[in-house]
């Protein structure tokens, strides 16, 4: 839990500086984007979920 708030507080920092200097926000600005960056992790956890059932 600790680190999802670290994520949360370090991403809202982001934005503040990013915001502040009118920069773009390094992040997708969609929905589309946020399920692209989730469908990687599945992809990630998946892989190696079937290496350590089948290949251990």
Known sequence: MTEILLALV????????FTALKLPIPAPP???????I???YLGNVG????VERFFS
């Open 47 to 50: 892989y190696n979920w079937i």
């Open 10 to 17: 370090t991403g809202i920092v982001v934005g503040i500086v």
């Open 30 to 36: 969609v929905l589309s984007g946020i399920v692209g």
């Open 38 to 40: 989730f469908g990687v």
